[in-house]
């Protein structure tokens, strides 16, 4: 059964850092493509990094690029999203999704950034 576990979310001053980690369980690391989301309330679902576990590719969304990295541990088969500098409009609950054909979706974790 594939399974993912998001956590790391919690509440940051303006300026601060955070790093968001998933655990992924269930399916072969190095098949699939992974990637961050993030929903503020009222607001649509953004896509703000992915990365390919097979050749190590990744993207960000303008919003986050230059302060936002997504990277992967093998050995924990866990992505992690490092978040610096992080603003207030950064404030969301945060989504990871593993993609092979199927989409799995993870619990989401809140990030709330303070003015």
């Known amino acids: 059964e594939v399974q993912l576990q998001a956590s790391g979310g919690g509440l940051v001053q303006a300026g601060g850092s955070l790093r968001l980690s998933c655990a992924v369980s269930?399916?072969?690391?190095?098949?699939?493509?992974m990637g961050w989301f993030r929903q503020a309330p009222g607001k649509e679902r953004e896509a703000i990094s992915c990365?390919?576990?097979?050749?190590?590719?990744?993207d960000y969304a303008d919003s986050v690029r230059g302060r936002f990295t997504i990277s992967s541990n093998h050995a924990k088969n866990t992505v992690y999203l490092q978040m610096n500098d992080l603003k207030p409009e950064d404030t969301a609950v945060y989504y990871c999704?593993?993609?092979?054909?199927?989409?799995?979706w993870g619990k989401g974790t809140l990030v709330t950034v303070s003015s």
């Open positions: 269930g399916f072969t690391f190095d098949d699939f493509d």
């Open positions: 990365m390919s576990l097979n050749d190590g590719t990744t």
């Open positions: 999704m593993g993609r092979r054909g199927i989409e799995y």
